[in-house]
């Protein structure tokens, strides 16, 4: 792994370079927006997509709502697992971050201005294995959502390449390892969430987690109502 712990001058430092070196030129304001955006905003977004496509989905009938919820249930607990299948993947690779490496990058994390600073190694990017999965994870539940949050995935392994704390090669590894988590485990999760998710919603106690309430339909306006015909002892009275 002497490959990915030793930088030089190839592909991947050079983009780098080129992404972070405008973090130089940029006002001071758009700086700290990114590197906000890219250390909690990006995240918070996604949690709240998921959020907004658990609502939308409460509303279809049972057979969709149980399928869809189990697919969101299954997008936060494989972020869970790709982020701890990260955790041995990093001490293996050893990679060092760039600013360790490497001389005149503009550092724009957040935890520097606390005094915390980036102890941890670089490969892969837990911010952005963690935006994947969220996002592929929501693709599994509603292909519009899940567009939107793969772009935000995206953006987040952008940010942190201009935040100057990850290479470009640590953004793809987390953006793999996300999908990889999501899409390899998903049939076995949803194989034992969906029963789950089913019994929750035919409980009358939690079962508006999984749809919401209908209201009953109101009748037309301005259509006659059915006559009941008269029996034959309102006849013979007759």
């Not at 080129?18 to 590197?35: F, T």
């Not at 998921?50 to 989905?57: D, F, K, N, Q, S």
């Not at 001490?91 to 201005?113: I, M, N, S, T, W």
Request: proline share 6%.
């Amino acid at each position: 792994m002497a490959g990915l712990t030793t930088g030089g001058p190839n592909v991947d430092v050079s983009l780098l370079y080129e992404i972070n070196g405008a973090a130089r030129h940029a006002p001071a304001w758009l700086d700290r927006v990114v590197s906000l955006a890219g250390e909690y905003g990006i995240l918070l977004a996604l949690v709240l997509l998921v959020l907004w496509c658990w609502r939308g989905a409460r509303r279809h009938d049972e057979s969709a709502a149980v399928e869809s919820v189990a697919a969101l249930v299954w997008a936060p607990l494989a972020a869970g697992m790709a982020l701890l299948v990260n955790v041995p993947l990093r001490e293996f690779v050893g990679r060092q971050r760039p600013f360790r490496q490497h001389e005149g990058l503009q550092v724009l994390d957040p935890a520097f201005g606390w005094g915390l600073g980036r102890t941890e190694f670089s490969f892969v990017s837990g911010h952005t294995t963690l935006a994947m999965a969220l996002g592929v994870g929501l693709f599994v539940a509603n292909r519009k959502f899940g567009l939107v949050g793969i772009g935000l995935a995206f953006a987040e392994g952008l940010c942190r390449v201009y935040m100057g704390i990850h290479y470009p090669t640590d953004i793809i590894g987390g953006l793999a390892l996300g999908t990889a988590v999501v899409l390899l485990l998903a049939p076995l999760a949803m194989a034992a969430l969906t029963p789950l998710v089913r019994a929750v919603a035919r409980s009358r106690r939690c079962g508006r987690l999984v749809r919401a309430k209908h209201l009953a339909l109101p009748r037309p306006v301005g259509l006659p109502q059915a006559q009941t015909p008269p029996t034959h002892e309102s006849d013979l009275a007759a």
